[in-house]
């Protein structure tokens, strides 16, 4: 990849040119902070060596050097149609000759990761690319002539403006031309020449482009996502960490997947979100894209090994590393019947919303932006109306599509139908189109505009309207916009305007909305249609009016989407509607299937079609708590990780006690070898490690107050060790197969060398690049408590009760745990409901006798039939991996994102005691009968 990079050299500064072959062009200039009031051509080399007495501007070109990060080369130059051919031939062409015979049926497809096209001035990026990123724009080596061939001007010799404000002028022409221009190279040099190579060998191309989250990170390094979504047979997005808030990059994707009629529109979730993520996140999460039309989840990530740094490799792992792997069809089984459901007919969706990246286009400039987000005001006020817009239209379930205004201009058209206007977005039709927050206006889309009204469509503009057309100043839209009058910018004014000019069949609240909830709704060729709704939020909505624009009544079921049911629900017909009310649980999903009553069943039939009224709420008729005691059996043996060691190399002396990650990157360094990271070369790309020719050897600590009758040594790479265990050399007998993970190895420690008190395990190798030197584990049947901040090894607990596990001598288990009690007397011949509260665990199944439900999603829930006095009532909690290979020494705690860096914390943000997340069912478990 290559760059124009800026070098600013200031009055009194000594001026140092670049080499003649990457000079572009220079400058000197008249400059008040980002104010380019003037500049002239310098010729290269004019005053070489001395000082400056003005601004001086020197761009060069620059060449991306090789990375680690890119397994020692260097990214593509995605401008380039050459380079693209050659990185196919490179890949996707050694893929089709070494399999494929598997194309089309056993492989689907390919997925691109994080395809951009370089940054724009971009401070702090984290991806290795240019020296100094603020300083540099993306290049290619046809980019001057390209722009003058397709804008009939010249860029060269200009360059100064892209970086600064020209005389003082926010918005450029040149900027937006230039932003154009690399998105025509980006599309036709690389995204069109990959889906063509795919759909040609019989592939579909999906993945995801680099950054959606704001308008900023997707004009620095990829332009409009729209237009790149285009050329993906199944468009895609990226959704990391545990608090992505961004719903509105679901809306982007599915907005060009409607438009264009692809039929599946993928999400890469899950990513970072760390091991403790329940399953209640994933729904949580999975929820907000799912109910917009994400219907193709790409799990982040599931690990083939976690050897060395790959454990630490963006966890958790949805895979057999996780105790709950084989529970989670229930979460998938959930989102399989919600993507099911909204695939059915086509979406109830009038509006239009134009997209105001464009606007971004044409205001960059130095200093403007730090990697996921804009560092100007200006920018950051048009990002702050792009998302407002997004959740007025959301909280009052008003569905819409974003539209690209290029992408207007070359698949728009308007339509007439039975004498209504649409505008026609290629397969999608709207009745209304909104404009809000956009400071520039494409002229084809003001035409396309102008003729959509003069055909009896809506337009409504909503605040100020663009002052630009085509990044020139211009009074075109303000008078346009003012023929029909303008729409404050106000929540209440938007959402009546835009619902005024749509005939969407749901109405919420009476058209006013419940915040928190989104809706997706799907109108079937007979008459029906599925209104689904999710609530976002950690609390209840109740009390909600959900009224169905009818001309007559319809019968409503609601489709249990955890279980597969389907039940009748009460409902009312009130004029030109059939009206229900719902409450939501926090998190809580409501699916109806509506369908009108044919007329000639009509005749005698109540409001209240095919449902018996509902119910009135159960009255509790007592309700237990069961504190315990428990008990209780493990589906695995109790751990204690050894992450503090001290090691020496040869006969050197020992170093000091550390984090055995801190001693892991102090070897290395002091070998002269590269730290693990995670932007380190890959190990299947490093040449094969050889021997430094010196030992290393590794000392743990660890304690046995009680000691049990075996203990089991858990590691990395066995057969490279040797062991000695209190001074004496031992020999592991039988390697047992692994345990969570095909590199974990497990071997017993000599029982007759073990002592009452502190024990002292060595470890010594022929140390190699690829040795792991990583924490090691003791398994067992025992307990693991704290004495004076240091964890020893204890007996087991005869019992537990409800509380945290931690504290109950498992502070670094983390398998399965089943809690048991005897069935109260007091419920034994009476239905009741249990509920758990405070579940710190993935998931939770509760039994009695041969009946079992997964408790999965809130409210945790479960329902019984009457049991008997002797039965015992079973909690199996399946906890997550965090207090075992979660980042323990992580300060705070609770992070929404868990990296490769998460687990190398320095300073404040470290610490020596591990910081375990409390474990289990922290809250007694709650037993509800109810009033016949």
């Known amino acids: ?118 940054f724009i001035l971009c401070d702090a990026v984290e991806q290795p690319g240019a020296a100094e990123p603020a300083l540099s724009l993306p290049y290619s080596e046809s980019l001057f002539v390209e722009f003058s061939e397709r804008f009939g001007e010249a860029l060269q010799g200009r360059l100064p403006e892209l970086y600064f404000q020209y005389q003082g002028q926010a918005i450029s022409r040149l900027k937006w031309q230039y932003v154009e221009l690399l998105q025509q190279l980006f599309l036709e040099n690389w995204a069109i020449p990959c889906l063509q190579w795919c759909e040609t060998h019989d592939l579909k191309l999906t993945g995801h482009v680099l950054h959606e989250d704001s308008l900023a990170a997707q004009v620095v390094p990829c332009g409009s996502l729209a237009r790149y979504y285009e050329h993906m047979t199944y468009p895609g997005i990226d959704v990391l960490s545990k608090s992505c808030d961004a719903f509105w990059v679901a809306k982007q994707v599915v907005s060009v997947a409607r438009q264009q009629g692809q039929p599946f529109v993928l999400s890469e979730l899950y990513g970072g979100t760390g091991w403790d993520l329940d399953f209640t996140g994933h729904k949580r999460i999975g929820d907000w894209q799912a109910f917009q039309g994400i219907n193709l989840r790409c799990h982040h990530l599931s690990w083939y090994s976690m050897a060395g740094e790959a454990k630490r490799d963006y966890p958790a792992s949805i895979f057999h590393q996780s105790a709950w792997y084989q529970q989670y069809k229930y979460v998938e089984d959930y989102f399989s019947r919600i993507h099911f459901v909204l695939q059915q007919g086509a979406p109830d969706c009038d509006v239009l919303v134009l997209h105001p990246g464009e606007s971004l286009w044409a205001q960059f400039h130095l200093g403007w932006a730090t990697w996921l987000r804009s560092d100007s005001a200006r920018i950051d006020a048009i990002e702050v109306k792009f998302q407002n817009l997004f959740r007025w239209l959301m909280d009052a379930q008003i569905d819409f599509d974003y539209g690209d205004e290029e992408q207007m ?12 206007g649409f505008l026609k977005l290629g397969q999608m039709r709207y009745r209304s189109v909104m404009v809000g927050g956009l400071e520039t206006l494409r002229a084809s889309t003001l035409k396309l505009l102008q003729d959509f009204v003069a055909a009896g469509g809506r337009v409504v503009f909503a605040g100020d309207p663009p002052a630009y057309v085509d ?63 999710v609530n976002t939020r950690e609390d209840a909505i109740t009390s909600v009016d959900l009224e169905w624009a009818s001309a007559g009544a319809v ?7 955890r279980s597969g049911g389907i039940v009748s629900v009460d409902s009312e017909f009130n004029q030109d509607a059939q009206c229900w009310i719902v409450d939501f649980e926090a998190l809580e999903e409501q699916v109806f299937h509506v369908e009108p009553v044919p007329e000639a069943l009509l005749d005698g039939v109540d409001e209240c079609v095919d449902a018996a009224p509902l119910a009135p709420p159960p009255q509790v008729a007592a309700e237990l708590r069961l504190e315990g005691p428990f008990a209780y059996t493990l589906s695995e043996p109790n751990s204690l990780i050894l992450d503090q060691a001290r090691y020496r190399l040869a006969d050197e002396a020992w170093s000091s006690p550390d984090d055995i990650l801190r001693l892991n990157d102090q070897i290395r360094e002091r070998m002269g070898w590269t730290a693990l990271s995670g932007t380190m ?63 974990f190895r497990r071997f017993p420690l000599p029982q007759n060398k073990l002592l009452i008190g502190q024990n002292v395990l060595t470890l010594r190798t022929d140390l ?80 009695l006798g041969a009946h079992s439900q997964l408790i999965a999603f809130p409210p945790y829930r479960a329902s019984f039939e009457p049991g008997g006095a002797a039965d015992r009532l079973h909690f199996k909690v399946f906890l997550t991996r965090e207090n075992l290979f979660g980042p323990l020494h992580a300060h705070p705690r609770d992070q929404s994102m868990t990296a490769p860096s998460s687990y190398r914390t320095k300073g404040e943000a470290y610490r020596v005691a591990h910081q375990c997340v409390p474990s289990g069912l922290l809250e007694a478990p709650a037993i509800r009968t109810f009033t016949p």
């Open 471 to 533: 990044a020139l100043p211009s009074a075109d839209a303000q008078h346009f916009a003012e023929a029909f009058g303008i729409c404050p910018w106000t929540e209440t004014a938007v959402v009546q305007a835009v619902r005024a000019s749509s005939r969407q069949g749901l109405r919420v609240n009476a058209g006013v909305g419940a915040p928190g909830l989104i809706s997706h709704v799907r109108r079937m060729a007979d008459g029906s249609a599925f209104v689904a709704l």
């Open 555 to 561: 019968r409503i079921k609601r489709l249990d989407c």
């Open 681 to 743: 070369l890959q190990p299947w790309c490093q040449p094969e490690a050889t021997s430094s020719g010196r030992e290393l050897s590794l000392e743990f600590q660890f304690t046995i107050e009680d000691l049990p009758e075996l203990i089991e040594l858990m590691l990395e790479q066995p057969e490279r060790w040797t062991f000695s265990l209190n001074g004496t050399d031992f020999a592991p007998g039988t390697i047992s197969d692994w345990h969570i993970d095909r590199v």
């Open 768 to 847: 190699r690049e690829d040795t792991s030197i990583e924490a090691v584990y003791l398994l067992g049947i025992f307990g693991v408590s704290k004495r004076d901040a240091v964890y020893c090894l204890t007996a087991l607990p005869s019992h537990l009760k409800a509380g945290d596990l931690v504290e109950q001598g498992f502070p670094f288990y983390t398998g399965a745990i089943s809690y048991s009690t005897p069935l109260p007397a007091a419920v034994a011949e009476s239905a009741f409901e249990v509920e758990l509260f405070a579940l710190s665990a993935a998931c939770a199944e509760v039994s």
């Open 1 to 118: 990849m290559r760059s124009i990079t800026l070098c600013h050299i200031k009055p009194g500064e000594v001026i140092c040119w670049p080499q003649r072959g990457d000079w572009l062009e220079a400058h000197w200039a008249e400059i008040d902070g980002l104010n380019l009031k003037s500049y002239a051509p310098a010729d290269y080399g004019a005053c070489e060596g001395k000082t400056a007495d003005r601004h001086l501007l020197i761009f060069r070109r620059e060449i991306h050097g090789s990375h680690s990060f890119y397994n020692g080369g260097a990214y593509l130059d995605t401008l380039n149609r050459e380079a693209t051919d050659a990185f196919i031939q490179s890949t996707h062409a050694k893929y089709a000759k070494h399999c494929g015979e598997h194309f089309g049926s056993v492989i689907q497809g390919i997925f691109t990761d994080e395809p951009h096209r370089g």
């Open 409 to 420: 201009g070359r698949l728009g058209s308007i339509e007439q139908i039975d004498g209504e």
